[in-house]
């Protein structure tokens, strides 16, 4: 399994931002796919995550409600549309997978992830 992660960049605040990540090498609904977000002196924090097997989707507190994750099983990637991005967003941005035998499940606390992405930077600035 590899993830290419991209879409990050430069935005104002309360801009909008999306992220792809695209899997390769599995097509099998039987895992999650988290995105995760670490900042400068900051702990890596789970953002959003969605579950292959029925779309079952969690999101951090802060960001729920501005944020969606959705995939596109025909072309094996998931999005991460950010919007209203504050200055608390910034950050190397990644996506990551982790098998689950197709059950339906996912955790945004969970850092398990057997396979990441290399990040994709996106910076909040006026």
């Known amino acids: 399994v590899q993830l290419q992660a991209s879409g990050g960049g430069l935005v104002q605040p309360g801009g909008s931002l999306n992220l792809s990540c695209v899997i390769s090498g599995h097509n099998k609904d039987d895992y999650f796919i988290g995105w995760f977000r670490q900042a400068p002196r900051k702990q890596r924090e789970g953002v959003s995550c969605?579950?292959?097997?029925?779309?079952?989707?969690h999101y951090l507190s802060s960001v729920r409600g501005r944020f969606i994750i959705s995939r596109d099983k025909a072309v094996n990637t998931y999005y991460l549309q950010m919007k209203n991005l504050t200055p608390d967003d910034p950050g190397w941005y990644y996506c990551a997978w982790v098998y689950t035998g197709g059950t339906s499940w996912c955790d945004v606390t969970y850092f398990g992830m057997t396979v990441w992405g290399k990040g994709t930077q996106v910076t909040v600035s006026s």
């Open positions: 969605m579950a292959s097997s029925d779309g079952t989707s």
